[in-house]
């Protein structure tokens, strides 16, 4: 009788965290991307008016960066093509690790300004090549 008895309990149970496992997931599936697309980055920072510079910027990409001289991380195949002007470089060029599988450029830029005490700001060239102006705000 007691054997019986946990047989039906321990049934019931599995029927009932079945059923709660049905209800508080429901529908909802996981995100599977690797990046964050609400990382903390101002929605301001190198935003213009151009979209295809924006799309590009908030394109997510994969950063493998050892050991590399912060002013030559402009230089790295993810950012190779933007347009970098120094308006006036940091006093040290201290080298930058970075290894992410997914991060979007806008939030990459964004952690060096911080890191690395760097301003940048979009520049949109009607009729020309867009760029980012990058000054050192110790120099």
């Given at each position: 009788?007691?054997l019986h008895?946990?047989?039906?309990?321990?049934?019931?149970?599995?029927?009932?965290?079945?059923?709660?496992?049905?209800?508080?997931?429901?529908?909802?599936?996981?995100?599977?991307?690797?990046?964050?697309?609400?990382?903390?980055?101002?929605?301001?920072?190198?935003?213009?008016?151009?979209?295809?510079?924006?799309?590009?910027?908030?394109?997510?990409?994969?950063?493998q960066?050892?050991?590399?001289?912060?002013?030559?991380?402009f230089?790295?195949?993810?950012?190779?093509?933007?347009?970098?002007?120094?308006?006036?470089?940091?006093?040290d060029?201290?080298?930058?690790?970075?290894?992410?599988?997914?991060?979007?450029?806008?939030?990459?830029?964004?952690?060096?300004?911080?890191?690395?005490?760097?301003?940048?700001?979009?520049?949109?060239?009607?009729?020309?090549?867009?760029?980012?102006?990058?000054?050192?705000?110790?120099?």
């Amino acid at each position: 009788m007691i054997l019986h008895f946990s047989r039906v309990l321990a049934v019931a149970l599995l029927a009932g965290l079945s059923s709660c496992q049905v209800w508080m997931f429901g529908d909802v599936k996981p995100d599977y991307k690797p990046h964050d697309k609400l990382a903390v980055v101002p929605q301001e920072f190198l935003y213009t008016g151009h979209r295809p510079l924006n799309d590009w910027l908030d394109t997510p990409v994969q950063i493998q960066i050892t050991e590399m001289p912060l002013t030559e991380v402009f230089e790295h195949p993810a950012l190779r093509d933007l347009r970098v002007v120094w308006m006036n470089q940091p006093k040290d060029n201290p080298p930058i690790t970075i290894h992410r599988l997914a991060i979007t450029r806008r939030q990459l830029l964004w952690a060096l300004g911080q890191d690395h005490q760097l301003t940048m700001l979009a520049r949109t060239v009607p009729g020309g090549r867009s760029y980012v102006e990058v000054r050192a705000r110790e120099s």
